[in-house]
Each structure stands twice: as structure tokens, then as C-alpha cells.
């Protein structure tokens, strides 16, 4: 695990093995690190907040370590020059394929799947989210403002 500072942002990473226990461990490092940097227990859209980060790291993590089966790299910044602050979280891995996000094109195909809602949930839960492609890399990333008034109970 490496913490760096850089510019007004704060960053921390953390690297894994494409095995199940990954999932585990990213949700772990995305918790304590947001403790860390003290975005838990202030509020109630803070913990709800930090709840998201956890569930979204969890549910790319696996989607990496089932469809990549390369190491991961979990990233998480918080970005002071967003409006209010954000947290962006990155999970990156070695499989540069590009892929098509397979969203479901009704809500009753989507009560009926048993799998592929990984990249569903950030286009639900967070303020914004891709993939950036590199020559030997992508990464899906996601946004979470800090104070971003769509967010339930952002009004703490």
C-alpha cells in the first residue's frame, strides 16, 4: 500500500493478485483509507459515501480479477479541485481489450440477471464514471462528490 500527496490531492494504492480474495482486500484498503483520510463518522451522507466507494471497488475488483485475470491496481484520490471535493477510485488491470459495457435495456431484464451488473451500479451510484484504455492497461474509474445533492441524506 503506498499513500503519496500529490498537489492538493491525496492518493493511496494498492496492488492484488487476480484471485477472489482481492475483492476483499480492495474493500478493506477503499475503507481504511477513506477513514483515514476522515470522510467516516461525520456525517450520515459521508458513511453512505464511503458504503458506495466499498460496494463500486468490490464490484469492479471482481469484474477485473473474472474477465482480466491480471493483477489489480486499486487507486483512490481525493480530489480537492473538484467543486466540494470528491473521491475518484480507479481500478486498473493489465488487459487492454476494449469491452462493451452489456447494461441492461429494460428494469425487468435487469431484475432477471443473475450477473453483469458491475458497471451498472457506478452509472447509478456515482456522479461519474469510464474506462480509460492504455497501450497495456485500462482502467474504470468512478466519481463520488463529496457533497453532491443527488446523494441521499447529502444535507448532513
Same mark, same amino acid.
Given at each position: 500500500m503506498v499513500y503519496l500527496?500529490?498537489?492538493?490531492?491525496?492518493?493511496?494504492?494498492?496492488a492484488y493478485q487476480p484471485e477472489p480474495a482481492a475483492a476483499a482486500a480492495a474493500r478493506r484498503f477503499v475503507r481504511d483509507t477513506l477513514r483515514l483520510w476522515e470522510?467516516?463518522?461525520?456525517?450520515d451522507s459521508q458513511d453512505a459515501?464511503?458504503?458506495?466507494?466499498v460496494l463500486l471497488t468490490s464490484e469492479l475488483?471482481?469484474?477485473?480479477?473474472?474477465?482480466?485475470g491480471t493483477p489489480v491496481q486499486v487507486t483512490c484520490r481525493l480530489l480537492a479541485d473538484q467543486s466540494d471535493g470528491a473521491v475518484e477510485i480507479a481500478v486498473l488491470d493489465r =488487459?487492454?481489450?476494449?469491452?462493451?459495457?452489456?447494461?441492461?435495456?429494460?428494469?425487468?431484464?435487469a431484475a432477471?440477471?443473475?450477473?453483469? =451488473?458491475?458497471?451498472?451500479?457506478?452509472?447509478?451510484l456515482a456522479s461519474a464514471w469510464g474506462v480509460t484504455y492504455a497501450r497495456a492497461a485500462k482502467a474504470v474509474w468512478f466519481r463520488l462528490g463529496l457533497h453532491d445533492p443527488a446523494r441521499p441524506g447529502a444535507a448532513d
Open positions: 500527496e500529490a498537489r492538493d490531492d491525496l492518493v493511496a494504492t494498492a470522510l467516516t463518522g461525520q456525517s459515501l464511503v458504503d458506495d466507494a475488483v471482481t469484474n477485473a480479477v473474472l474477465h482480466a =488487459r487492454p481489450a476494449q469491452f462493451h459495457a452489456d447494461l441492461p435495456g429494460s428494469p425487468a431484464e432477471e440477471r443473475t450477473n453483469g =451488473r458491475g458497471l451498472q451500479l457506478p452509472s447509478e
